[in-house]
């Protein structure tokens, strides 16, 4: 190496030498400065809406009511089963046997909870305590212890009527005024209302639905043919209510198809208007005309029919529902949209399961919609209709209400409950896991809930029809339990909360009932059995948070 390369190269050494010293010297200033300057308070943050914080407190919330307040709950209810057992069955004993037992119960439960803190040292200090406790209560228990016309020619007034309300809606039309046009079609079918129903008057009515559905198809005109449909279908109310004015003198059956081929006529003109053109209607307005379609072709032909051939009811909730059903298809062949494709198979299912009751009773009608609410919500997960799952839950829960009709045979109706209530919550959380995450977990609580709620009652009820009745509160235990359970077993918070909520209930009869209204040896089993319950799940509670720690 040259004597030059070798004179720069320690120059460059020297510089950074330097360099090194500067940055340190500046580093102690700093350091000196930041020990002298006190430090102010951060602010505490605020989570961001829909951020995982919010989570994590509910999941924090659950475990702190599973490891704090369960265990204390559970030892004190099974110190106070041990206390029963002492005040009613220790006095048979003599006086070192009664004082031997209760301080060997007491000196038991102690060492197991020693044993217990060697793993779970709050657990098994809580139980220890109660140990404690229970000697404390045989020491007391010793010494203290003591339960709502105007032209005579129908023929003249009704063609006069049609003529003018043609022209009004010819001119309506040239015009492009949805005000004229709403002016002729309320006029003309209030009118209607105004004279004896017969059939020239149904045909006149027709035709005002069409005019009022070309100005739909026509000019995508809403409110018009919305007004029109309530005014058809108030019409046929009031002539409905007339007793002889539909075909009078005729049999029952002429009159009762007189007045289905029109409301059918309804339902199809404006059902035919409506999946004309429905991605050109707004998701409100089509909506609206789907949805009051059919309560008024449902509520008018339920009526119609029960007033005049009441053994064809069931066949009439069967036809609407497969007209409901054939709108879907139509509806999304014609691209609708899914709000409206829903809305034909909610209404569908809906029509279905107002239909049964005019077909079976008691434990038939329970059965039949335990089976309609579970094939609409599984229906539901598999072609994507969260509407029709909805419904589906709500089925479910008309069913398990109807559990008190027959008067036997509930066990296996609640069962069945159970059963569909479950499959429907793992059928939406399958379903939910195909969304976008922000609508994964509002969509998938809500029915969750719902589903959870259901199958809790269906339990809760369940058991209460096995148990004997003064074992009822043991039983609500005892659900709890099998939620907890279920909730463990599909890794679901919603049923062990559930559980969590029966917990409270039988708590509070337990302290309001069963302390004055058992007897001894009932009140002794149901203390010491939902003592070890609550202990067993919050021991439970206690070793899956010792694995997250």
Request: net charge positive.
């Given at each position: 190496?040259?004597?030059?390369?070798?004179?720069e190269?320690?120059?460059?050494?020297?510089?950074?030498?330097?360099?090194v010293?500067?940055?340190?010297?500046?580093?102690?200033?700093?350091?000196?400065?930041?020990?002298?300057?006190?430090?102010?308070?951060?602010?505490?943050?605020?989570?961001?809406?829909?951020?995982?914080?919010?989570?994590q407190?509910?999941?924090?919330?659950?475990?702190?009511?599973?490891?704090?307040?369960?265990?204390?709950?559970?030892?004190?209810?099974l110190?106070?089963?041990?206390?029963?057992l002492?005040?009613?069955?220790?006095?048979?004993?003599?006086?070192?046997?009664?004082?031997?037992?209760?301080?060997?119960?007491?000196?038991?439960?102690a060492?197991?909870?020693?044993?217990?803190?060697?793993?779970?040292?709050?657990?098994?200090?809580?139980?220890?305590?109660?140990?404690?406790?229970?000697?404390?209560?045989?020491t007391?228990?010793?010494?203290?212890?003591?339960?709502?016309r105007?032209?005579?020619?129908?023929?003249?007034?009704?063609?006069?009527?049609?003529?003018?309300?043609?022209?009004?809606?010819?001119?309506?039309?040239?015009?492009?005024?949805?005000?004229?046009?709403?002016?002729?079609?309320?006029?003309?079918?209030?009118?209607?209302?105004?004279?004896?129903?017969?059939?020239f008057?149904?045909?006149?009515?027709?035709?005002?639905?069409?005019?009022a559905?070309?100005?739909?198809?026509?000019?995508r005109?809403?409110?018009?043919?919305?007004?029109?449909?309530?005014?058809?279908?108030?019409?046929?109310v009031v002539?409905?209510?007339?007793?002889?004015?539909?075909a009078?003198?005729?049999?029952?059956?002429?009159?009762?198809?007189?007045?289905?081929?029109?409301?059918?006529?309804?339902?199809?003109?404006?059902?035919?208007?409506?999946?004309?053109?429905?991605?050109?209607?707004?998701?409100?307005?089509?909506?609206?005309?789907?949805?009051?379609?059919?309560?008024?072709?449902?509520?008018?032909?339920?009526?119609?029919?029960?007033?005049?051939?009441?053994p064809?009811?069931f066949?009439?909730?069967?036809?609407?529902?497969?007209?409901?059903?054939?709108?879907?298809?139509?509806?999304?062949?014609?691209?609708?949209?899914?709000?409206?494709?829903?809305?034909?198979?909610?209404?569908?299912?809906?029509?279905?399961?107002?239909?049964?009751?005019?077909?079976?009773?008691?434990?038939?009608?329970?059965?039949?919609?335990?089976?309609?609410?579970?094939?609409?919500?599984?229906?539901?997960?598999?072609?994507?209709?969260?509407?029709?799952?909805?419904?589906?839950?709500?089925?479910?829960?008309?069913?398990?209400?109807?559990?008190?009709?027959?008067?036997?045979g509930?066990?296996?109706?609640?069962?069945?409950?159970?059963?569909?209530?479950?499959?429907?919550e793992?059928?939406?959380?399958?379903?939910?896991?195909?969304?976008?995450?922000?609508?994964?977990?509002r969509?998938?609580?809500?029915?969750?809930?719902?589903?959870?709620?259901?199958?809790?009652?269906?339990?809760?009820?369940?058991?209460?029809?096995?148990?004997?009745?003064?074992?009822?509160?043991?039983?609500?235990?005892?659900?709890?339990?099998?939620?907890?359970?279920?909730?463990?077993?599909v890794?679901?918070?919603?049923?062990?909360?559930?559980?969590?909520a029966?917990?409270?209930?039988t708590?509070?009869?337990?302290?309001l009932?069963?302390?004055?209204?058992?007897?001894?040896?009932?009140?002794?089993?149901?203390?010491?059995?939902?003592?070890?319950?609550?202990?067993?799940?919050?021991?439970?509670?206690?070793?899956?948070?010792?694995?997250?720690s």
């Open positions: 190496m040259a004597e030059g390369d070798a004179q190269l320690r120059e460059v050494v020297r510089r950074l030498e330097e360099t010293s500067r940055l340190e010297a500046r580093i102690e200033r700093l350091e000196t400065a930041a020990t002298e300057r006190p430090v102010p308070p951060r602010a505490p943050s605020t989570p961001t809406p829909g951020a995982p914080e919010p989570l407190e509910k999941r924090d919330l659950e475990a702190h009511l599973g490891t704090y307040w369960l265990s204390r709950v559970g030892i004190v209810a110190i106070i089963g041990f206390a029963f002492i005040i009613y069955h220790f006095g048979e004993l003599g006086v070192l046997v009664r004082v031997g037992a209760g301080y060997l119960l007491s000196a038991g439960l060492a197991l909870g020693l044993w217990l803190s060697r793993r779970h040292e709050l657990f098994g200090r809580i139980v220890f305590g109660g140990g404690l406790a229970l000697a404390y209560f045989v007391y228990a010793l010494h203290f212890v003591p339960v709502v105007v032209i005579h020619s129908e023929p003249l007034a009704l063609v006069l009527l049609a003529l003018n309300v043609v022209g009004i809606v010819v001119i309506a039309q040239r015009m492009q005024s949805e005000t004229v046009a709403g002016i002729a079609l309320f006029l003309g079918l209030h009118t209607g209302m105004l004279s004896d129903i017969t059939l008057t149904l045909m006149s009515t027709t035709l005002l639905a069409g005019g559905l070309f100005f739909l198809v026509k000019n005109w809403v409110i018009v043919p919305l007004s029109s449909l309530v005014a058809v279908y108030s019409t046929h002539w409905a209510m007339r007793t002889e004015a539909i009078p003198g005729q049999p029952d059956s002429e009159r009762l198809t007189l007045s289905l081929s029109f409301l059918a006529l309804y339902y199809l003109l404006f059902s035919v208007a409506l999946l004309v053109h429905p991605r050109e209607l707004s998701r409100r307005a089509g909506l609206s005309f789907a949805l009051l379609n059919w309560v008024g072709m449902l509520t008018l032909g339920a009526v119609e029919v029960e007033r005049w051939g009441e064809h009811l066949a009439f909730f069967v036809t609407l529902a497969l007209a409901q059903s054939a709108g879907a298809a139509v509806a999304r062949g014609r691209g609708a949209s899914p709000a409206l494709i829903q809305a034909f198979l909610a209404t569908s299912v809906l029509t279905l399961a107002l239909g049964l009751p005019s077909h079976y009773e008691d434990t038939a009608l329970v059965r039949a919609w335990t089976a309609v609410g579970l094939t609409a919500g599984i229906a539901g997960r598999v072609l994507g209709a969260g509407a029709l799952r909805v419904v589906g839950v709500g089925i479910l829960y008309v069913a398990l209400g109807a559990t008190w009709l027959p008067p036997s509930r066990a296996l109706l609640y069962a069945a409950l159970l059963v569909s209530f479950t499959l429907v793992r059928a939406s959380v399958a379903q939910s896991d195909r969304l976008p995450p922000p609508l994964q977990g969509r998938r609580d809500t029915l969750q809930f719902f589903c959870a709620a259901g199958a809790g009652l269906a339990l809760v009820w369940l058991v209460g029809e096995l148990m004997p009745r003064e074992l009822t509160t043991l039983g609500w235990g005892v659900a709890a339990f099998g939620l907890f359970a279920l909730g463990f077993a890794r679901e918070r919603w049923y062990r909360l559930v559980g969590l029966v917990l409270a209930f708590l509070g009869r337990l302290l009932v069963d302390l004055s209204g058992l007897p001894p040896d009932q009140r002794i089993l149901t203390f010491i059995l939902l003592g070890v319950m609550l202990l067993a799940v919050s021991y439970v509670y206690t070793r899956l948070r010792g694995r997250r």
